[in-house]
């Protein structure tokens, strides 16, 4: 069982609040990724990290920004929520084993922006 | 950039079993990964398969690939209830360094 966490796991909220998503892997993993779910729809890649400071955009161009100050701890935030923003957010960590990168995700922060 | 197609519905019966297919464009896939989501839930690693290999079985799982037509596709047998969710291939792109996700197949299973 991959041990990666995400806060909060729902969130409701009005438009124009900063919100910030937690991520912590207790896993040791250099790279950690967040991606935007839409019902139904595909995993986009909005920003990634392969360590501390490091922190680069995802291919879906994203109003939130992330930080990496420890291994562990990958936060995401949006300094001023949209409804454009309501969507699933999922936090993931990979590790490199036997010649493949494998990824594992956190349960998800479905968020709703009123 | 890189797509992966797949059919987006799957019904089938309790105990029959389901075969859920998936294109992609990318010919520098290293290696091709399944995942299951579960209503609510994030990503669970099913499976994978190396770009090498043909097939590879995984108790009730089975993945085939056709690399030459860019085809994968994943087998349960036996299906249950318990396997009704969304699964994802999603390859390994060595030229873009990262997984790319198809829209997801969502399976149900009926008695």
């Known amino acids: 069982e991959a041990d990666i966490y995400q806060t909060p796991r729902y969130l409701v909220i009005g438009t124009g609040k900063k919100i910030t998503l937690e991520c912590s892997q207790t896993m040791g993993h250099d790279k950690m990724y967040w991606y935007q779910q839409d019902p139904g729809m595909e995993l986009h890649l909005i920003h990634y990290?392969?360590?501390?400071?490091?922190?680069e955009k995802g291919d879906l161009s994203s109003e939130s920004t992330v930080s990496r100050i420890r291994t562990e701890h990958f936060p995401l935030t949006l300094e001023s929520a949209r409804p454009s923003h309501t969507s699933q957010y999922l936090c993931a960590s990979s590790e490199y084993v036997a010649g493949r990168d494998e990824q594992f995700f956190g349960p998800g922060t479905r968020l709703t922006v009123l | 950039g890189e797509d992966v197609e797949q059919s987006l519905f799957l019904s089938v019966r309790e105990g029959d079993s389901s075969v859920i297919n998936c294109t992609y464009t990318d010919s520098s896939s290293t290696y091709l990964y399944w995942y299951k989501q579960e209503p609510g839930a994030g990503l669970q690693l099913l499976t994978y398969?190396?770009?090498?290999?043909d097939m590879k079985q995984d108790q009730r799982l089975t993945v085939l690939l056709n690399k030459k037509d860019k085809h994968l596709s994943l087998r349960i047998a036996d299906t249950q209830t318990g396997d009704s969710a969304i699964y994802f291939c999603a390859p390994f792109s060595g030229g873009y360094n990262k997984l790319i996700f198809g829209a997801g197949t969502r399976l149900a299973v009926h008695p």
């Open positions: 398969i190396f770009s090498n290999m």
């Open positions: 990290s392969y360590g501390v400071n490091s922190t």
